[in-house]
DNA sequence: TTGTAAGCGTTATCAG
DNA sequence: CTGATAACGCTTACAA
């Protein structure tokens, strides 16, 4: 049973508590804790181990006051409530941990207040770098942004002009929009709708145009009419539904800007008597989680979330041991450097076919 | 056009810097920022409006060091990629936010070494307290945990025993239990199943007691052979669907641990040909977003996750200025001061009924 | 009302 | 190898 002692706020002990008790002066501690080679074996270890003992733990604001960085990063979502932003925080999250960074999390709401006021919180904790994921970067918050004076890696985001600071990983939304028209072209559909996410989204832009490229290779002629405004959001795909019924010239399949939309019209097409894919083949964009789970399974564009987390955070080090290293020769406007290749990762997204676009017997998956 | 000017890393300006823009020394620059009634309200106005033009941001870090408390909490998850505690976070964050708390975000994946690490690097950056969500925290972690010597709040969890710093939020898993129950016998079942989460999980341990209370209120015998092991994720449900199959007699409704192993089960019947709720009724427990919107919609226990995320970060503040207040006359072993009636909050869901559980024109959502 | 000085816990420079 | 000493940016007695 151990002794707890006084339970109260007790302040944590310093360098200086040790140095006391090992009867060395405070910068010897730093030194031997620092596994310098200023220190003698012997005293090394011996401060290390009283350091141990004593419960010593080094308090990050001090050195980080001296040493000009945080090892901080913060991530900056519009909510972590959604299951791609939540599989990509996560990848970035323990990335950054295994570097040795702490993440700190802000979400918007895509809220432009809060937006700046994470900001400010960002910059007054001293974040080496921010990564920023699925948002529509405004021209007032990327202004922000950039002031802040440190990295900005933007996920999956859209910025209305490329600033000193700011680099992206992105997923190929054109090709990702190609390989999921080409799938439904493939199964012999030629009337497919696309429905979008939220307007002026270049995201969605993107994909449309791989959705219209896909169209045009198979000489399939564009119809503007196919293409139906949604949301981004479950609700986007029930409203749509009406909308693609009451075409004179329904389609036969969907091309859906994200898997929580296609989920949202396939729930509305079930209520509506419709059978998936027979009436209506889905594909969505994303592989969320429970993309397998839901009936049917459904078809979609897997973004490899892990891999753009991975790489975001790698982006972000990369810039900001640049920058270290760049003390008196500054990052010069291209922001080129052996170890920075370049400003824009791109990824691309692989086609997951399930039984939302073919059903159990149906085209590449028969058996 | 604004002009940018150098790129490089110019350290952000200081009070210092202000200070000899104004012409005054710092400390007034200090006074003035913090709105202090010591200046004079010409040379205050005249010095905010300088920091503001100035581009002033105040470094967190000086300043916590100097105050002995970082407005920052950690917050710890196995993985925030799980629908569920991505929205208790969510609520955590945004409360947080709102009065004035940044959120340090560290995930565990239940592993006990990365556990213990994620606690030492809470502990360097002196985070004011600590949120734990949906973990079993073992011993070991929890010894860390107390160790830290700041306010422990957990959601979800179970701990060993109570620690001086150790409060919890947690859903009536209990009454759940018996709601769920409950509503499977009111719609005429007598052989309900079990499907369990993860082994040794307090939750699931006393959702099945609430299972069984409701069984044995309403005279149903309780039968070991219906309770199936379960994993607490998809893959237990469907794994457990052929062990239920094989019962000499087969359940006709399940209360399922979770949403998620819920889904599992539901995919996995769906393969078999099973039809839902016709050859099996299920209920879930949590109200994930995507509950509503798989086929057939789910029948859930909600847990108020807003609410239950708010609540934690109000209990956290309390226990903060609590100790704030204490500096000489510490916590007392059983933590009872005005602010804080209690050291456990206990909240309560409701039953969602949909229809995996009966049906479009079943029982009580006949219309 | 303002300035001076000390101190928060580190690291780093410079003598010894 | 080790110890003073300064510095990081801030708040806060204590003096003026």
Redesign the pocket.
């Known amino acids: 049973m151990r002794v707890v002692g006084k339970a109260g706020a007790m302040?944590?002990?310093?360098?200086?508590?040790?140095?006391r008790a090992?009867?060395?002066?405070?910068?010897?501690?730093?030194?031997?804790?620092?596994d310098?080679?200023?220190?003698?074996?012997?005293?090394?270890a011996r401060i290390q181990r009283l350091a141990h003992d004593m419960g010593?733990?080094?308090?990050a604001?001090?050195?980080?006051?001296?040493?000009?960085r945080t090892r901080t990063i913060g991530v900056v979502v519009t909510t972590i409530a959604d299951p791609f932003i939540g599989e990509i925080v996560q990848a970035v999250e323990s990335t950054a941990n295994d570097h040795g960074y702490t993440v700190i999390l802000v979400s918007s709401n895509a809220e432009s207040d809060r937006e700046i006021k994470a900001v400010e919180m960002l910059r007054s904790k001293r974040v080496d770098g921010v990564i920023v994921t699925s948002s529509r970067v405004g021209a007032l918050y990327q202004d922000y942004l950039e002031r802040l004076g440190v990295p900005v890696v933007l996920i999956n985001s859209h910025s209305q002009q490329g600033g000193v600071y700011t680099f992206a990983v992105n997923v190929d939304n054109r090709h990702g929009g190609c390989l999921a028209t080409e799938h439904l072209i493939q199964l012999g559909h030629r009337r497919i709708a696309y429905l979008t996410g939220p307007a002026d989204h270049s995201d969605d832009l993107d994909r449309l145009a791989g959705y219209r490229q896909a169209l045009a290779e198979a000489g399939v002629a564009f119809d503007p009419a196919l293409v139906v405004q949604g949301t981004g959001r479950a609700d986007g795909g029930k409203r749509a539904l009406p909308v693609l019924r009451a075409l004179q010239a329904p389609p036969t399949a969907v091309f859906c800007y994200n898997d929580v939309t296609a989920i949202g019209l396939m729930h509305a097409a079930r209520q509506a008597g419709l059978s998936i894919p027979g009436d209506l083949a889905v594909v969505g964009f994303d592989d969320i989680p429970f993309a397998s789970y839901i009936h049917p399974p459904l078809t979609t564009i897997a973004q490899p979330k892990l891999e753009m987390g991975k790489s975001a955070v790698a982006m972000m080090l990369a810039l900001v041991s640049d920058r270290d290293r760049a003390n008196a020769t500054p990052l010069t406007r291209s922001g080129q450097t052996s170890a920075m290749p370049s400003r824009d990762i791109i990824v691309r997204g692989r086609l997951v076919a399930r039984e939302s676009s073919m059903g159990l017997h149906g085209g590449l998956a028969a058996n």
Do not use: N
Request: charged letters at 15%.
């Open positions: 302040s944590p002990i310093s360098i200086k508590d040790i140095a090992a009867g060395v002066s405070h910068s010897t501690v730093s030194r031997a804790l620092g310098s080679s200023l220190v003698s074996a012997e005293t090394k010593y733990s080094p308090d604001q001090a050195r980080s006051l001296v040493m000009g």
